[in-house]
């Protein structure tokens, strides 16, 4: 009885572990539910990759939309209309109407000496301080984030110190300025403001400085000005690119693309045929306004390569060297795209330029 016993109950236990390994057998081991995450995460990456451009193609307002990137409205959190909070207490915030149902917010910002004088003046004051005779300067800043980033508001510090005045906008749809952003329109708010500061600054030089896609849209008004018979004083490039074409081609975004079946004709045709261009090579052909093209090595955005190409266009159609000008910066410097501003030697670069273009 008890040898039958112990039998029985060995079986039980056998069974028991049988049951128990079947059971946890059936069970997917952590590494097998991992792989299987990991193929269908990778799949859906290639799904979205092969995507993209075919995208792109059907709906051409997404390439706008990566061309301006206006609705990236960084810093966040920032009251446009209150330049002070950003220690622009000399700066006075002004919306201007460049077309119907398109409004401009805009800075003016008086030289760092007036700062004092400027408390609690209107904006009267300010558009009669551009008469005085001291140089102003428009800038133009480049796609993404508004007239409050950092970096350019770095460069207005810059120029209000040397004694400038600086005019800083937000194009159409950027900021707080209404529309939507295209090559033409944002050429056409630079004209409107250029020709505003003109009615108002009486013989006080007038300098267009663009950064990044701001040196299309500087070249483009400067070329547009040509054809109206008016040479603007100077113009100022900053981490320039040939021509969105090839500037497109070069940008961080693309290389995921480069080696893509039809690249070109997915991004960069694309671009083109919905009038996205700015064409800097091609206008330089045509300016004959004193040109200074400042560029960093480690540029990273658009490659240094590109600013000597313009440097030899501009050379070469004004046939001067007195004309055109170009300060490389060190890539030990570290200023990649946006750091130029930083340089302690760029206030002489600046006075330099300006003083060159006194009558």
Known sequence: ????????????????????????????????????????????????????????????????????????????????????????????????KSEQGISLGVWHTVPESQWKEAQGKDLEWYQDSLGAGIPIIIYLHGNGGTRAASHRVGVIHVLSAIGYHVLALDYRGFGDSTGEPTEVGLTTDTLYLYQWVKARSGSSLVVLWGHSLGTGVATNTAVKLIEQGIVVDGVIIEGAYTNIRQGGAHHPFAWFYLKFPGF?????????????????????????????????????????HMAQQLYEIAQSAQNSENQVKMIPFAGSLGYLHNGLYKDP??????????HTLAP
């Open 1 to 96: 009885m008890r040898k039958r016993t112990g039998d029985r109950d060995s079986k039980k236990q056998k069974t028991a572990r049988d049951e128990a390994g079947v059971s946890s057998s059936a069970q997917p081991r952590p590494s097998s539910r991992l792989l299987w995450w990991f193929k269908r995460g990778l799949l859906v990456v290639c799904v979205i990759y092969v995507s993209v451009p075919f995208m792109m193609r059907q709906f051409p307002d997404i390439i706008k939309h990566l061309v301006f990137s206006h609705r990236v409205r960084v810093p966040f959190f920032v009251n446009l209309s209150q330049p002070a909070d950003l220690y622009l207490n000399h700066t006075v915030n002004m919306y201007l």
């Open 264 to 304: 070109e004709y997915f991004f960069l045709d694309t671009m083109a045929e919905n009038n996205v261009i700015f064409p800097n090579d091609e206008n330089l052909k045509r300016m004959r306004s004193r040109l200074l093209i400042l560029h960093a090595e480690d540029d990273h955005i658009v490659p240094i």
């Open 345 to 354: 030697h760029l206030p002489d670069i600046i006075r330099e330029f300006v």
